[in-house]
């Protein structure tokens, strides 16, 4: 049995509440990173809550653009879709359209997964991309500064899904893995990797998350059943940013909508 993981989680009152404060998040850990570390490894996943924070963080109109330090910071994902980057289904076009057309990131400074390869191949050719970045030697694991996880409603984070292969891999940093219930292949950075940044965060929102997001963090461990649960940061704290619909069945928050549990094991 591990040590006991504590879950910090701060709650908001609706979708574009939990965009700007998901865009406070990015930027206060970014900039946390470079001053200690001269740099922020960033990993990001797609889907249409971190969408909207992006295109926060992408308006000039807004704090968050200024305040990002775009220079020092390496793009990475956390998973793609096997499709071309041009395809509707690719979080990497998704990340293109709502964020990197917008700011001022060099190409060299982006490190996308290249979806439209075969599947073990863009795995391989990924994991490569992590070593280099990283300078990685043997059986180094890469340690981003933060990666920024969804949840699905059958419990799926990054593309770990229920009862695939993904769920057991421990050697490598990145793994191909077959999604037979939407019957395609994914990319996605392995658990371990995941759990070895310096910070981890879900952003979760929507009323279909709340039983399964309490199961997640209540409920027996069933990690076959419920991947999300596999996320156990090595720094022993787990951060969450909800909304008020996917919170509703989580322990009552303060008056500034921030509470807290601990899971065992």
């Known amino acids: 049995m591990g040590k006991t993981l504590r879950v910090e989680y701060s709650v908001a009152a609706d979708a574009a509440a ?37 295109a926060l963080l992408a308006d000039p109109a807004r704090p968050w653009r200024a305040r990002m330090p775009w220079d020092r910071i390496e793009l990475f994902w956390v998973d793609e879709r096997c499709v071309p980057p041009e395809d509707a289904e690719s979080n990497y076009r998704m990340t293109r359209e709502a964020l990197l057309e917008h700011v001022p990131l060099d190409p060299r400074q982006i490190h996308r997964m290249e979806g439209e390869l075969e599947p073990e191949v863009a795995a391989a050719r990924y994991e490569s991309e992590l070593r280099n970045s990283f300078r990685l030697e043997g059986a180094e694991t890469p340690r981003f500064d933060l990666i920024a996880l969804g949840m699905g409603p059958d419990g799926h984070t990054a593309s770990l899904f229920p009862y695939t292969e993904a769920i057991h891999e421990m050697g490598r940093l990145v793994t191909a893995n077959h999604v037979p219930q939407k019957d395609t292949w994914r990319i996605t950075l392995t658990w371990p990797v995941i759990n070895q940044a310096s910070s981890v965060f879900f952003l979760i929102g929507g009323a279909d998350k709340a039983q399964v997001l309490k199961e997640v963090l209540t409920g027996p461990r069933d990690p076959e059943r419920l991947p999300s649960q596999l996320i156990r940061p090595a720094s022993g704290i787990l951060m969450m940013i909800l909304d008020r619909t996917a919170a509703a069945l989580l322990p009552d928050t303060d008056g500034e909508g921030r509470g807290f549990l601990e899971r065992e094991g």
């Open 18 to 54: 939990l965009a700007a404060r998901a865009a406070d998040h990015f930027v206060e850990q970014a900039e946390r990173a470079v001053a200690s570390r001269g740099r922020a490894r960033i990993a990001i996943s797609g889907g249409s809550t971190p969408k909207a924070t992006f």
